[in-house]
């Protein structure tokens, strides 16, 4: 549905977008996780036809937004970070404003407000001034300008930035709701966001993609967690051995079973050897408490990811140096 190619972008000095490449298919909910300045909006305003990149490709749907720009413009709805609306306008008037302004036909305008308010919850807010709504329906409101034109595909640029936890909840609903009939792009530093309402994450570290993966494969850990009777003789050397087993460091007692220690064992194969574990257990005559993938979690890859992205700038800076010397 989406496909984003070598996206570059500098501002004088600074490259915010760096060699940026991903594909979103058709259905997907795809959380574009970053911290501030990892250069989320800038690739959602390219995406969206806003921005010129400095080279690299977008299409969407098979449009190229730099050949056709107002034909991916109509295939996506966008909801700009903290998005521009009139506060003495009525939520009615301003949508009705928004058919105009995207061109839809004037006889469908009725039909595409009222199905927009539906979809977002807004019905009983039509006639009320946007300045007088609480921010989490503003963001509605943002959100029904957005899907007025029923886009395949919607980019919502930090969609909770800003709201208390009630609203929060309620704009993630909505979301999950609206990813019923379209493909979503959201942008969020928010790793809990990402967890609650995606199925696939794009991590952006310093304007360069750090990972792009399944949700659920990249909660996968390399890491089986083996739980062994206190006392089990060579367990480090015999867990070593199986195969796939890259490394084995004993983790300390098991906080759930009395005399017993957790053991860690890390894996390089596609599925964690469970099997040959419980076979070397059995062999060695070793009681065991249990043998379980560690299940990780989107901070800990994070963080992990940001320590070898710092850890590989230090080198290339070394490296420079040296050169340099
Ligand atoms: P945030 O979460 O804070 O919104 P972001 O991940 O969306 O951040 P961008 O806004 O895309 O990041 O910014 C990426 C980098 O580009 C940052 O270093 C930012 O300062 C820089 N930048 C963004 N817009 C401009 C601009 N118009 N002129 C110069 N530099 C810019």
Request: charged share 15%.
């Given at each position: 549905m989406i496909s984003v190619k070598n996206l570059e972008k500098r501002y004088g000095e600074v490259r915010a977008v760096k060699g940026v490449g991903f594909e979103v298919a058709r259905g997907d909910i795809v959380g574009l996780l970053g911290q501030n300045g990892a250069g989320k909006t800038t690739v959602m305003k390219i995406l969206t036809g806003y921005l010129e990149p400095t080279a690299g490709t977008i299409t969407v749907g098979g449009v190229d937004v730099l050949t056709d720009r107002l034909g991916v413009q109509r295939q996506i709805g966008y909801l700009p970070e903290n998005a521009p609306l009139y506060p003495e306008m009525l939520v009615q008037e301003y949508l009705l404003m928004m058919c105009e302004l995207r061109g839809l036909p004037p006889e469908k305008h009725i039909a595409a407000v009222s199905d927009a308010v539906r979809a977002t919850g807004l019905t009983k807010f039509l006639t009320r001034p946007i300045a007088t709504l609480s921010k989490g329906y503003r963001q509605r409101v943002g959100l029904a300008q957005a899907i007025l034109h029923k886009p395949e595909v919607l980019v919502l640029d930090e969609p909770t930035n800003g709201l208390d936890p009630v609203q929060i909840q309620e704009i993630r609903g909505l979301i999950k709701r609206l990813a019923q009939h379209s493909t979503i792009i959201l942008s969020t530093h928010i790793l809990q966001e990402v967890e609650a309402v995606c199925n696939r994450v794009v991590i952006l570290i310093d304007g360069e993609i750090a990972a792009d993966a399944a949700l659920s494969d990249l909660l996968k850990s390399k890491r089986v967690r083996v739980s062994l009777k206190q006392g089990s003789d060579g367990a480090a050397v015999a867990l070593g051995k199986v195969p796939g087993v890259s490394k084995v460091s004993r983790q300390g007692a098991d906080a759930d079973t009395a005399g017993f220690d957790v053991w860690i064992?890390?894996?390089?194969?596609?599925?964690?050897?469970?099997?040959?574990?419980?076979?070397?257990?059995?062999?060695?005559?070793?009681?065991?408490?249990?043998?379980?993938?560690?299940?990780?979690?989107?901070?800990?890859?994070?963080?992990?990811?940001?320590?070898?992205?710092?850890?590989?700038?230090?080198?290339?800076?070394?490296?420079?140096?040296?050169?340099?010397?």
């Open positions: 064992c890390e894996f390089t194969t596609a599925t964690a050897p469970i099997q040959a574990i419980v076979e070397t257990a059995v062999q060695h005559k070793w009681t065991l408490g249990g043998v379980a993938p560690e299940v990780s979690n989107l901070d800990t890859v994070f963080r992990t990811l940001m320590t070898q992205k710092a850890a590989a700038s230090a080198a290339t800076q070394t490296s420079a140096e040296e050169k340099a010397a």
